[in-house]
């Protein structure tokens, strides 16, 4: 039975899997704020950092993915630092980020996320990108669907059209190539350039803050398959940087360089 948005066994409905699955991104992220401003990091194997916040967080999310979808494997970013991931192999799964942008956890600012995404066919059809300390929770399952919910309530976001004063470019706060970004920046319009941690950076686009998000080093998958469906379903794409689409699933879960974008490609 393939995930769809139609009626039917409500575990395969993404809008009742949203529903469900936001109130567990946004208690994971409550879990994070517990430890925010007196986190104490330690080093995995691959030398990124990893605090107390991230097993929290994944704990939660681990044991309601387990209760809502038992027959759905679940590839986490701390669990996969520990042993064998489940085989996902034509199947659909869950990818989950319990805290993305560890470094901006520590550092303070506000800018982390919790990601949950639902991959099919090496797509994104489902996530939720949560960011706690700024109060901020995004959602989409399919074009059309893409909200945020803050302080104002929850409301619909989607992509913009480029600005005639030229491309509001994101960047990474704590990651970056600044010549293979001057390089790609060269033949176009240019109006402003943002940083941002973690997956806010798509986020900003899908509510059209922002234009265009470059990334040239490496990320995993559970960095940005969350904002990737929430950016999806504002009306933007992400793609590979020679184009083509970016797909999920790879064996060893790592991205090479892609663009994300809005409206205006």
Not at 62 to 71: C, F, I, K, R, V
Not at 82 to 96: C, Q, S, T
Not at 108 to 131: C, K, M, Q, S, Y
Not at 157 to 167: K, M
Request: net charge negative; proline share 9%.
């Amino acid at each position: 039975m393939s995930v769809s948005a139609s009626p039917g066994p409500p575990l395969f409905d993404l809008a009742y899997l949203l529903a469900a699955i936001r109130p567990v991104a946004e208690d994971a992220g409550a879990a994070t704020l517990r430890y925010y401003g007196h986190a104490v990091a330690s080093l995995k194997t691959d030398g990124s950092p990893v605090t107390a916040a991230d097993q929290a967080a994944e704990d939660i999310i681990q044991a309601a993915l387990a209760d809502l979808t038992p027959e759905i494997p679940v590839i986490a970013e701390e669990a996969m630092a520990k042993g064998p991931a489940p085989e996902v192999a034509g199947r659909r799964f869950w990818l989950v980020d319990p805290l993305d942008g560890t470094r901006e956890f520590l550092s303070g600012n506000g800018e982390f996320t919790v990601n949950i995404a639902l991959i099919e066919d090496g797509r994104p059809i489902l996530g939720v990108v949560v960011a706690p300390a700024l109060g901020q929770s995004y959602g989409g399952y399919g074009p059309g669907t893409a909200t945020l919910a803050d302080a104002d309530g929850e409301r619909p976001i989607q992509v913009r059209p480029v600005p005639p004063e030229g491309e509001t470019v994101m960047g990474s706060r704590s990651h970056g190539d600044p010549a293979a970004m001057e390089r790609f920046l060269a033949d176009r319009k240019v109006a402003a350039f943002r940083a941002a941690g973690s997956s806010l950076k798509l986020c900003l686009i899908a509510r059209g803050e922002a234009d265009v998000y470059p990334r040239f080093g490496p990320t995993m998958e559970w960095d940005i398959a969350a904002g990737h469906a929430v950016l999806a379903a504002a009306g933007g794409r992400v793609l590979k940087l020679e184009g083509g689409p970016f797909l999920y699933g790879k064996p060893d879960y790592r991205n090479g360089p892609f663009i994300a974008s809005g409206s205006g490609g």
